[in-house]
């Protein structure tokens, strides 16, 4: 079953535009997690951030967390080309022994 | 850096054959996983182990076994690969589970099954 959901399903953007993404989920979690997938290659972690933590930066990445709405967003500002990508969230339940449950994900596309 | 690598990246085989996905990871991780990942699906768990030769299984390990024989090596098999099998295969390890650590993956297997 799927706890994470990423909106919107796709995402155009201009370089040096802001990209903004959601995710929301149902239970309870220890933390969740944000990963960038390249076309046809695995993921790559982005971002950590514990129930009891609001808000986490990462160079040009921000990510904010409300576990009362439970739900996460990723910002990405000023965004590059090298951007482009999809975008997955990733919940860690509590209770929920060593399973991430992941999100069907965001496709990202900066444009020049 | 964390390097996990996945044998192939590519393989076709032919309904019924048993199918052997290889990944090992460098950094002494306890725990390994198998993901799938399919469009529209997300990525979806079929097996973890979080010591030598100890395996949980995941949401969709019906079709799956796995073996792991050493704390590097972590191995998905497909007893008798089936058309709705083929899909993108993941490995990913972690230093300490994921509630305190992130995962780290390889670049994927993209299984054909014909």
């Known amino acids: 079953s799927q706890q994470g959901e990423e909106d919107p399903q796709a995402l155009s953007i201009q370089e040096g535009e802001n990209a903004t993404m959601n995710c929301s989920y149902k239970?309870?979690?220890?933390?969740l997690q944000w990963y960038r997938q390249n076309s046809g290659r695995g993921l790559v972690h982005l971002i950590l951030?514990?129930?009891?933590?609001r808000e986490k930066h990462s160079g040009r990445l921000r990510v904010t967390l409300d576990t009362s709405k439970k739900s996460s967003s990723l910002l990405i500002t000023a965004s590059r080309a090298a951007d482009t990508a999809s975008y997955f969230c990733a919940t860690a339940p509590t209770g929920g022994g060593n399973k991430l449950t992941f999100g069907t994900g965001t496709q990202l596309k900066v444009e020049l | 850096d964390v390097k996990v690598t996945q044998s192939s990246r590519y393989l076709v085989k032919r309904t019924g054959e048993k199918v052997f996905l290889e990944c090992v990871q460098d950094?002494?991780?306890?725990?390994m996983f198998w993901y799938r990942q399919d469009p529209g699906l997300g990525l979806r768990l079929i097996y973890f182990s979080y010591d030598v030769k100890m395996k949980e299984k995941g949401d969709i390990p019906e079709g799956y076994s796995v073996s792991r024989e050493k704390k590097e090596r972590f191995s998905l098999i497909l007893e008798s690969a089936s058309t709705n099998q083929t899909s993108m295969y993941l490995c990913?390890?972690?230093?300490?589970?994921?509630?305190?650590?992130?995962?780290?993956f390889g670049n994927g297997t993209r299984l054909t099954v014909t």
């Open positions: 950094m002494d991780h306890e725990n």
């Open positions: 951030i514990r129930s009891n933590e």
């Open positions: 990913a390890s972690s230093l300490s589970g994921v509630r305190n650590s992130p995962l780290h």
């Open positions: 239970t309870s979690i220890n933390n």
